[in-house]
């Protein structure tokens, strides 16, 4: 995160002109990496619908719509980036959220310059908390006193009047998606038009770069409970995440699916960062941040969450701003839920690689059902279950069950006794908390009216995993990725 953010809404972009084209843009952001030029704002999701019906005909028979529509269609085909087709005319002169094209006999009411040919419009930014703004909105405006045409090719050839509308069409839609004018390599989008007619290497390469940030990072799952990490030179930083601006702070994102409405908690201390957390969707729209939840280096954020895929992104700042906090250095975050139910406990695997389609659902509760969570006290007394929809090939087989409590490096497992017994005690043994023929839906109570401290446990945190097998193949255990996390603190 950068402390003071330098915001710039600008409104006006470029120009594309006859012989020479002129630059008008500024350059938010220029990689000495690639070669391709990217502004820096970017559309969320990598798409937008745009608006296109123009009208009229070119003297190769081709309409300027079905033009327009070529070059629309060839950066769908050859980029990340995705314009949804509107057939329905919109005034590109009228600031109204919607992207539209024309041809206009003026520059909405300014001079066009005897040698402009179209000006693409960036009306709207939208700010973010993390990298360059959001793109809200872009309109094309092509000078109608410009002789058009379409075709393939050279730009001069003989016997072909004017000027080939579709490489136009092509270059200003390059702008609309967030890319900038290329000199080093051969490209559509090269400052003066040309005989490049379709989308070069460049261009493609350049889209890429600019909605392929998440790709240069790593993303872990985030397990609800206690998570120690670093932020250092080995994470990713703001920039190569967002694929633009100057934010060189580190990042470390984690990823989490709820399948119910649920209500998150993230506590992030550090002995050393400046803590930032923030809450994200999958396409880095941010819902929510904390940077000073007290006045120590730490940060903390909650949140109640719909049903969906989530970013958990812990952050600090690339210049340290509260006085004995860093920019780097080793962070724990503690991540607590509650839920109304059951939650789901990721997808499947298996000790020797076997398949199952089985689903897994678990989840821990202090008011008999109320409501479901991983965060509780020592003096809380605690119902822990489980179900699994077992994998219908595997229903009706005699089979088994398994529960394991996983403390640190200690793996215990439940014994038909309803007892936690150490794993290491009876090495490659699989303790089986039950036998029994397989029904659809198999339920495990894990513990009931558990209250921590009456064991003298004040402080613990506990990974639980459920799992199954058949006796048929009793070396074969199926059970989930993310754990049935219990964190006890006094
Ligand atoms: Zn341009």
Redesign the pocket.
């Known amino acids: 995160m950068i402390f003071t953010r330098k915001y710039f809404n600008r409104s006006l972009a470029?120009r594309?002109c006859l012989g020479l084209?002129q630059i008008c843009l500024l350059h938010g952001f220029s990689s000495q990496v690639f070669a391709f030029e990217l502004d820096g704002p970017k559309w969320l999701g990598a798409e937008t619908e745009f608006y296109v019906e123009l009208t009229g005909i070119s003297d190769t028979g081709i309409s300027w719509n079905s033009a327009f529509i070529a070059a629309m269609n060839d950066w769908n085909n050859e980029t990340p980036f995705n314009f949804i087709l509107r057939e329905e005319a919109k005034d590109p002169c009228i600031r109204d959220g919607l992207n539209g094209v024309d041809f206009k006999p003026d520059l909405c009411g300014s001079n066009f310059g005897s040698s402009t040919l179209a000006v693409t419009f960036r009306r709207q930014l939208e700010q973010q908390i993390l990298g360059e703004p959001l793109i809200i909105e872009t309109d094309i405006v092509i000078n109608q006193d410009v002789e058009f045409n379409v075709f393939d090719g050279k730009l001069v050839q003989f016997g072909i009047q004017g000027l080939d509308l579709r490489r136009i069409a092509l270059?200003e839609l390059g702008?609309v998606i967030g890319l900038d004018?290329e000199s080093a390599n051969l490209a559509i989008?090269a400052?003066s038009i040309g005989n490049i007619d379709r989308l070069r290497e460049d261009d493609i390469a350049g889209v890429e770069a600019l909605y392929g940030g998440l790709s240069n990072c790593t993303i872990k799952n985030l397990n609800f409970g206690i998570i120690n990490a670093a932020l250092d030179s080995n994470d990713c930083t703001v920039q190569e995440l967002t694929s633009g601006g100057s934010d060189t702070s580190f990042v470390e994102i984690y990823r989490f699916d709820l399948s119910s409405e649920t209500s998150v908690a993230f506590t992030m201390t550090s002995p050393s960062l400046d803590s930032v957390l923030i809450l994200a969707d999958t396409e880095l729209q941010f819902l929510g941040f904390d940077t000073k939840s007290s006045n120590s280096c730490d940060s903390s954020l909650s949140q109640v969450l719909p049903p969906g895929s989530y970013f958990l992104v812990a952050n600090t700042y690339d210049v340290p701003v509260k006085e004995g906090c860093g920019n780097q250095g080793s962070y724990q975050i503690t991540a607590s839920f509650s839920s109304g139910g059951l939650t789901a406990l990721g997808s499947g695997i298996s000790l020797s690689g076997g398949e199952s389609s089985a689903v897994f659902r678990g989840g821990i509760t202090r008011d008999n059902g109320a409501s479901f969570g991983n965060q509780f006290n020592s003096g809380d007394s605690l119902d822990i279950s489980a179900e699994i929809d077992i994998d219908p090939l595997h229903q009706g087989q005699a089979g088994f069950l398994v529960v394991a409590a996983m403390v640190g490096e200690q793996t215990l497992l439940l014994n038909q006794q309803g007892q936690f017994v150490d794993s290491a005690e009876n090495p490659g043994f699989i303790e089986k908390a039950a036998n029994r023929t397989l029904s659809a839906v198999e339920s495990l109570s894990i513990a009931t009216n558990l209250v921590p401290e009456a064991l003298n446990i004040n402080e613990i945190v506990v990974d639980f995993y459920v799992g199954y097998g058949l006796s048929s193949n009793p070396g074969e255990v199926y059970f989930h990725q993310t754990p049935l996390n219990l964190t006890v603190s006094p």
């Open positions: 470029w594309s084209f270059h702008h004018h989008m400052s």
